[in-house]
């Protein structure tokens, strides 16, 4: 056995000359109380005598420096390995992705899936960044999954421009982000914008070691978009916009090694791409943590302790003439 803090059974030695000092006292507590009172309180019968109140009260004492000092059985080194992924999540979030294609529109529908991947993910970090025309960051890498609910659900468009879909932004913030892990993986919620070649793309990922994982938000039917006022967006000749997915944006998540998801109004498929995410990220950084196996005996003298300073100040009967002939 050992102790968190032995310098602290250095106080045991004051209780003998303490003891001594301590021995003409009177602890009785009929000096406190009116004699009437005093009668009412104590049982018939007798109760301890001063030396024995005196002593248990320094046994509890005793046994209260004990407990401080923190007394455990030391059952050797534990390793404990934990091996972690890291992910970036990027939500496009240009003007086509408030087309109501998808209810409520595809910004809101892509925001819900990211929720139903923090109850898929485990013990990965997760940072977000949004992207239009460029990136910014929403959360740096966390494994707090209620900061990063609580983030994604309060993103807007209110920091960037909402023309143009730049997918060589969010690659470039997943190389700052992820540059001392040698896999790197990332995960975009978009409708793919209007390019029909991603070959700039492809090849910035590929020199990085970027796998692109694509979840397609969008419909071939595709839907009308509004702008900051509700209303439906119009081209220059007074026509009503119609955006759809660009079924081109899957060549990215192919070439790269990652998957291309499309849209689906099913559960299941952000579990089944989480799976995969997973699988491609297993040479992932491990951590090995050095933890002392202890077992903890402090409670053991501080419930005797307190049951000693309990009876100690307690009027305890007895039968009658048993204690009465103590030493007083």
Same mark, same amino acid.
């Given at each position: 056995?050992?102790f968190?803090?032995? /310098?602290?059974l250095?106080?045991?030695?004051l209780l003998?000359?303490l003891w001594?000092?301590l021995r003409?006292?009177?602890?009785? *507590?009929?000096?406190?109380f009116v004699?009437?009172l /005093?009668?009412?309180?104590?049982?018939?019968g007798?109760?301890?005598s001063r030396?024995?109140?005196?002593a248990?009260l320094?046994?509890?004492?005793?046994?209260?420096v004990?407990?401080?000092?923190?007394? %455990?059985?030391d059952?050797?080194?534990i390793?404990? @390995?934990?091996? !972690? =992924?890291?992910?970036?999540?990027?939500?496009d979030?240009?003007?086509?992705?408030f087309?109501d294609?998808i209810?409520?529109?595809?910004?809101?529908?892509?925001?819900?899936? &990211?929720f139903?991947?923090?109850?898929?993910?485990?013990d =990965?970090?997760?940072a977000?960044?949004?992207?239009?025309?460029r990136?910014?960051?929403?959360?740096?890498? #966390?494994?707090d999954?209620?900061?990063l609910r609580?983030? $994604?659900?309060?993103?807007?468009?209110? %920091?960037?421009?909402?023309?143009g879909t730049d997918?060589?932004?969010?690659?470039e913030? !997943?190389r700052?982000l992820?540059?001392?892990?040698?896999?790197?993986a990332?995960?975009? &919620? =978009?409708?793919g914008?209007?390019k029909?070649?991603f070959?700039r793309?492809?090849?910035y990922?590929?020199r990085?070691g970027i796998?692109?994982y694509i979840?397609? $938000?969008? !419909?071939?039917?595709?839907? $009308?978009?509004r702008d900051?006022?509700g209303g439906v $967006? @119009?081209d220059?000749?007074?026509?009503?916009v119609? #955006? @759809?997915?660009? *079924?081109?944006i899957?060549?990215l998540? +192919?070439?790269t090694?990652?998957?291309y998801?499309?849209?689906?109004? @099913? #559960?299941?498929?952000i !579990?089944?791409?989480? +799976?995969?995410?997973r699988?491609?990220l297993?040479a992932?950084?491990a951590k090995e943590?050095?933890?002392?196996d202890r077992?903890?005996?402090?409670?053991y003298p501080l419930?005797?302790?307190?049951l000693?300073?309990?009876?100690?100040? =307690?009027?305890? *009967?007895?039968?009658?003439?048993?204690?009465g002939?103590g030493v007083?």
């Open positions: 056995m050992s968190e803090y032995p /310098y602290l250095l106080l045991l030695g003998p000359p001594f000092l003409g006292g009177d602890l009785s *507590p009929q000096k406190h004699p009437e /005093y009668r009412k309180m104590v049982l018939p007798g109760g301890l030396r024995s109140r005196r248990l320094f046994g509890s004492l005793a046994l209260g004990i407990a401080l000092a923190r007394p %455990y059985i059952r050797g080194e390793r404990v @390995r934990q091996e !972690t =992924t890291d992910l970036v999540v990027a939500f979030i240009s003007r086509s992705m087309a294609d209810y409520p529109n595809r910004l809101a529908f892509a925001k819900r899936k &990211f139903d991947l923090l109850g898929a993910m485990r =990965t970090r997760i977000v960044i949004g992207f239009s025309s990136a910014f960051l929403v959360a740096p890498l #966390t494994s999954y209620e900061s609580y983030l $994604v659900d309060h993103m807007g468009a209110d %920091y960037v421009s909402l023309r997918l060589l932004a969010p690659l913030v !997943t700052n992820l540059r001392h892990r040698p896999d790197k990332l995960l975009i &919620f =978009t409708d914008g209007e029909s070649d070959g793309e492809i090849d990922a590929k990085h796998k692109v979840y397609g $938000v969008g !419909t071939p039917k595709g839907g $009308v978009m900051e006022n $967006v @119009r220059a000749k007074g026509d009503v119609i #955006t @759809r997915i660009n *079924p081109a899957g060549k998540a +192919e070439a090694g990652g998957v998801l499309p849209f689906s109004l @099913r #559960t299941g498929d !579990t089944r791409l989480a +799976e995969l995410i699988s491609g297993r992932s950084e943590e050095r933890l002392r077992k903890e005996l402090f409670y419930a005797a302790a307190l000693l300073f309990v009876v100690a100040m =307690t009027s305890i *009967p007895g039968r009658k003439g048993a204690m002939g007083r």
